[in-house]
């Protein structure tokens, strides 16, 4: 799930259980918690240091870089050792979308019509060697990011969209041999940063709190490797990182709770552990070995069923909503689903009861029928695309008549998915076996979930050699708007070379204009309006077949302290504060 960002409305929902469980005050958590008690209040609430944390990942990051990234467990993630200009407040379900500032001092300033935004640096923030954190930093840490797509193309383009970039002259830091950098974003002192922006961009404080505005020294960039060394800001840093295998943080002596609300800095040591099968990182974490799944999937099919078999165990589990859809997108340049009426067959014959199954039954979400899933404000529920069954058989007739109209007739294509994903690969074969009924030949490949995006699905080039046609998805809000949910899925413009989230290549003018238009309006009511209007006319393009609204379910450790599903972070556990149970 790409960010799934960076970068949440309505969170936790099935009623197994019940009580909110936290507490407050150092180290002395109530006795028992109960389900989805981590998506109505903060779990074992405790101030108590010390110890280690231990995360478990059954493939490993595509980058740890906080400005080449997209997972949104790698922004929550990297909040541990960067810190954006703002980001959200640690708390359960929507209490977690409280937006505040982080490295900023304040909200931004907005002035000419929300076109420039004013944002002052906390004083006394430092990097992990002592040298203070400047404008500058972030200045270069947005430019890197965004204007060297050759060298960090994985995380999202809004700022390349909407910054002015020079008259379209500015390549980046890497090119930029005049050293000047965007004259759109200016630093008129140490702490001061003022965005100058191309149209106005009434959502704009949630824009910055991607990992993409936490601070960067240029001296020490080292480009695509500074995934192995990032400079910290955060209370922790790098001590050891093992590619593929196993990075550890320690606590960084230059952070300082004066300049950070927001973090406590409790266990001594974080350690995440790579490339770790999902059956053992869900027996790890019944026996306390691991504190945290660290992709926030949840656990997988055979720990599910023991789980909600088990009331003492179903007690210690969450179940949540994270403002995310599974769905698979049908790529529109590739024949021949660069027709309509070829794409529609496939909205219709694709057996969603069937693909819910395979992915873990309700549990793990209900059918889906729009792009906006239906914890995002803007979400109205219709379905352009209703299917009909006999018992549990689908019924194909309206798949056949759009497919025969079409005209294509017997066709093969690819179906990519991600290899460490299980329930992806079985939601993935049942389509395979939905689409054969009408005459469409689906072939599987496989790719993990660390190339999957930088490498193969999106990736135009790759696509068209390999006949992508159809590609698995899981997407999740980059912030708790419609804005930042739709715009880098649907916007022509977010279509790119590599680590594209547009997977479908939908490039259509009147999208494109009904999203630019919205983001400039300041009127919330009538954003939220435009966004339900760019829903309904993307299902009128049948880009997307939208497949379930996500739900996770979480195994949450009793030995973990701090714990909260939060919406802003797509149901996962908020990774801040979490500690260690005394």
Not at 62 to 70: H, R
Not at 345 to 359: M, N, R
Not at 441 to 450: C, F, G, R
Not at 524 to 540: G, L
Request: net charge neutral; hydrophobic share 35%.
């Amino acid at each position: 799930m790409r960010r799934s960002l960076p970068v949440a409305t309505i969170a936790a929902v099935t009623s197994a259980g019940l009580l909110l469980a936290g507490c407050s005050g150092k180290g002395s958590p109530e006795s028992s918690a109960g389900a989805n008690a981590a998506t109505k209040g903060i779990v074992n609430a405790s101030d108590a240091k010390g110890g280690t944390v231990t995360y478990a990942m059954s493939d490993a990051p595509e980058s740890f870089d906080p400005g080449n990234t997209y997972y949104a467990f790698v922004y929550n993630f990297s909040r541990l050792y960067a810190r954006p200009l703002t980001t959200f407040k640690p708390g359960p379900g929507t209490k977690g979308e409280q937006l505040v500032p982080d490295l900023a001092e304040s909200m931004g300033k907005s002035a000419d019509g929300g076109k420039t935004w004013t944002y002052k640096l906390r004083k006394g923030v430092k990097f992990e060697d002592g040298t203070p954190v400047t404008s500058q930093d972030v200045k270069y840490a947005v430019e890197r990011s965004n204007f060297s797509r050759d060298t960090l193309s994985l995380g999202p383009n809004y700022f390349q969209q909407f910054l002015q970039d020079n008259d379209g002259g500015y390549k980046g830091p890497y090119k930029d041999k005049s050293k000047e950098g965007l004259k759109s974003i200016e630093t008129p002192d140490a702490q001061t940063i003022v965005f100058h922006l191309k149209k106005p961009f009434a959502e704009f404080d949630y824009l910055v709190s991607a990992p993409q505005t936490a601070p960067v020294p240029q001296a020490k960039d080292k480009g695509a490797d500074y995934t192995k060394s990032v400079v910290s800001t955060g209370s922790y840093k790098f001590a050891n990182y093992q590619e593929g295998k196993q990075l550890t943080l320690v606590r960084n002596p230059q952070w300082s709770a004066a300049t950070d609300p927001l973090r406590k800095q409790l266990p001594d040591k974080i350690v995440l552990n790579l490339k770790v099968a999902q059956s053992t990182i869900d027996k790890d974490l019944q026996s306390g070995n691991t504190l945290v799944d660290m992709a926030g999937r949840g656990v997988d099919g055979q720990t599910q069923a023991q789980l909600l078999t088990d009331p003492s165990q179903k007690a210690n589990t969450d179940n949540a909503l994270g403002q995310r859809l599974v769905y698979t997108a049908i790529n529109t340049k590739v024949a021949p689903f660069d027709k309509l009426e070829c794409r529609k067959a496939v909205e219709y014959a694709i057996d969603k009861k069937a693909v819910q199954t395979a992915l873990g039954g309700p549990i793990r979400g209900d059918i889906a029928s729009t792009v906006l899933p239906t914890d995002i404000a803007g979400y109205q529920k219709y379905d352009l695309y209703p299917q009909k069954y006999n018992g549990d058989n689908l019924d194909l007739a309206q798949a056949k008549a759009h497919w025969e109209q079409c005209g294509a007739g017997n066709v093969s294509t690819t179906i990519l998915a991600r290899n460490d994903r299980q329930d992806e690969v079985d939601a993935a074969t049942s389509i395979i076996g939905s689409l054969k009924k009408i005459g469409i030949n689906a072939k599987l490949q496989q790719y993990p979930t660390s190339k999957y995006f930088s490498d193969y699905a999106g990736v135009p080039a790759f696509d068209k050699s390999n006949n992508v046609g159809l590609m698995m998805m899981q997407w999740g809000a980059d912030f708790p708007t419609g804005y930042g949910y739709l715009q880098q899925i649907l916007h022509g413009k977010a279509i790119s070379q590599s680590g594209n989230s547009n997977l479908s290549q939908l490039d259509d003018p009147e999208i494109n204009n009904l999203l630019d238009t919205a983001i400039a309006n300041t009127d919330q009511a009538a954003r939220e309006k435009a966004y339900a209007d760019i829903d309904r006319k993307a299902m009128e393009q049948a880009a997307i077949v939208p497949l379930t609204y996500f739900k996770v379910l979480m195994y949450r450790s009793p030995k973990a302290t701090n714990m909260a599903s939060s919406s802003a972070w797509s149901g996962e556990y908020d990774y801040l504060n979490i500690g260690v149970k005394k």
